[in-house]
């Protein structure tokens, strides 16, 4: 076992980047039907293309046992027919990409799945996403040809920060740093171009600015909540439209975030269909997986 080693550290000395890949391909034990090291690098090379969509979609719940469940349905369509595909989730933050499987669509409608329990054929792929999760925190789920690396990708919030105001006006945050202490703010449903006031405040700080709404009514900004000396806590952000009326985001950071997604936590089954339409799918397969 102690050779192995000295013979792969000798084989990577010098190596490029590309070749030092393939030997940790090689020399790394496959516990599964697809070389998930491989894949990893095929998911960082993709390209966004417009010959296939994915689409996720929240459908009926489903009630078992242990409780009623949102289903999600993730849609592919016009993927390439006898093409392999790699399916992955990636954690935006961090950037840590995970491949769950590989598969195949056949002409029938079918799908030909390569995963870490072997190779089967089905009409839809269920699974359940659920740990690592954390409030704020966006995952993309991808679809990237192994033949031509073009990709697809779709963003999943599971516990969204979110908050509403009059006139259908929406504030999310969306977490940007691994230690939830930058956010991303998006916001719509105010007034084409619109010039509105924002006053965030986190401890005793408050902050004060302009923005205007894009010509969609929409607009997206950063924020930093952290106060020197402390691990996390709330923050608020109060947006002001020109008639007075404000829409209040209340938020958690730094370790307020594990806080919120202990209150909030579940799990998420979803269904994963291509190039058909999931109609009376049988989610009875959830079930097991649930229980």
């Known amino acids: 076992m102690k050779m192995k080693y000295l013979i792969a550290g000798i084989a990577l000395a010098g190596c490029t980047v590309n070749q030092e890949n393939r030997i940790h391909e090689l020399l790394a034990v496959q516990t599964g ?6 894949d990893i690098q095929v998911v960082k090379d993709r390209f966004e293309t417009d010959a296939f969509s994915l689409k996720l979609e929240e459908s009926a719940s489903i009630a078992v046992r242990s409780g009623q469940y949102p289903v999600y349905v993730l849609k592919a369509e016009s993927i390439p027919l006898d093409e ?22 056949l002409e029938n409608g079918e799908l030909e799945i390569y ?11 269920p699974f359940v996403a659920s740990e690592g999760f954390k409030a704020g925190y966006p995952i993309d789920y991808a679809v990237v040809s192994k033949k031509t690396y073009a990709a697809k990708t779709v963003e999943f919030i599971p516990y969204p920060i979110r908050a509403e105001g009059e006139g259908g006006t929406r504030i999310e945050a969306i977490v940007t740093h ?5 956010f991303r703010i998006q916001a719509d449903g105010f ?3 619109e010039k509105l006031t924002l006053v965030h ?6 902050e004060e600015s302009e923005i205007d709404a894009d010509e969609s009514g929409s ?8 106060i020197l000396g402390r691990l996390g806590g709330e923050a608020r952000l109060a947006v002001r439209r020109e008639n007075g009326s404000v829409t209040v985001l209340d938020y958690p950071w730094g370790n307020g975030i594990e806080k919120r997604t202990w209150k909030e936590r579940s799990r998420f089954p979803i269904l994963f269909v291509a190039n058909r339409s999931p109609g009376e799918a049988d ?5 097991a997986l649930l229980d």
Request: zero cysteines; a positive charge.
């Open 191 to 193: 007034s084409p171009f």
């Open 115 to 125: 995963s870490k329990s072997g190779i089967v054929r089905d009409a839809e792929m």
């Open 201 to 206: 405040t986190s401890g005793e700080r408050e």
């Open 84 to 105: 392999r595909f790699v399916f992955a989730r990636i954690d935006r933050v961090t950037g840590k990409i995970e491949p769950q499987f590989e598969f195949v669509a």
């Open 33 to 38: 039907s697809f070389p998930k090291i491989k």
């Open 283 to 287: 989610y009875t397969g959830f079930a």
């Open 178 to 182: 691994p230690l939830a202490t930058r």
């Open 219 to 226: 607009f997206t900004t950063g924020l930093n909540p952290t």
